[in-house]
C-alpha cells in the first residue's frame, strides 16, 4: 500500500534529521526519538509487504477455487418427480453391483 510506504519513507527521513540535530546540537537526548522513528519507518515497510503478500495469497487462491455453477435443472422442486426411499436405495444397490463387477 502506498500510504505505508510513504509513512516508512517519512519516518526514515524524521530519523535522519532527529540525527542530523543531535550532532549539530551535541544534544544526544535527541538519539531516542531518532531510533524510535526508524523502528518505526522499519515496522511500517514490514506491514506493507505483509498486506501485499497476504492479498498475493487471497489472489492466488481466489483463482484457483471452482466458482458454484447454477444447476441447469430449471424445473421447480414441486414438479418434479419425488423418488420413495426403496426406490434410491434399490439405484444404489444396482450401483454397487454394476461397480463391483
Same mark, same amino acid.
Given at each position: 500500500?502506498?500510504?505505508?510506504?510513504?509513512?516508512?519513507?517519512?519516518?526514515? @527521513?524524521?530519523a535522519a534529521l532527529c540525527?542530523?540535530? *543531535?550532532?549539530?546540537?551535541? *544534544?544526544?537526548?535527541?538519539?531516542?526519538?531518532?531510533? @524510535?522513528?526508524?523502528?518505526?519507518?522499519?515496522?511500517?515497510?514490514?506491514?506493507?509487504?505483509?498486506?501485499?503478500?497476504?492479498?498475493?495469497?487471497?489472489?492466488?487462491?481466489?483463482?484457483?477455487?471452482? @466458482?458454484? !455453477?447454477?444447476?441447469?435443472?430449471?424445473?421447480?422442486? @414441486?414438479?418434479? !418427480?419425488?423418488?420413495?426411499? !426403496?426406490?434410491?436405495?434399490?439405484?444404489? !444397490?444396482?450401483?454397487?453391483?454394476?461397480a463391483a463387477t
Amino acid at each position: 500500500m502506498l500510504s505505508l510506504r510513504l509513512f516508512a519513507w517519512a519516518a526514515f @527521513a524524521v530519523a535522519a534529521l532527529c540525527i542530523v540535530v *543531535a550532532i549539530a546540537a551535541e *544534544a544526544l537526548i535527541l538519539i531516542s526519538p531518532a531510533i @524510535a522513528a526508524l523502528i518505526s519507518g522499519v515496522l511500517f515497510l514490514a506491514a506493507d509487504r505483509a498486506i501485499f503478500l497476504l492479498t498475493e495469497i487471497k489472489d492466488a487462491l481466489k483463482g484457483t477455487q471452482p @466458482a458454484i !455453477e447454477p444447476s441447469l435443472d430449471t424445473t421447480p422442486s @414441486a414438479a418434479r !418427480e419425488t423418488r420413495s426411499i !426403496e426406490e434410491i436405495s434399490r439405484d444404489i !444397490e444396482n450401483l454397487k453391483t454394476r461397480a463391483a463387477t
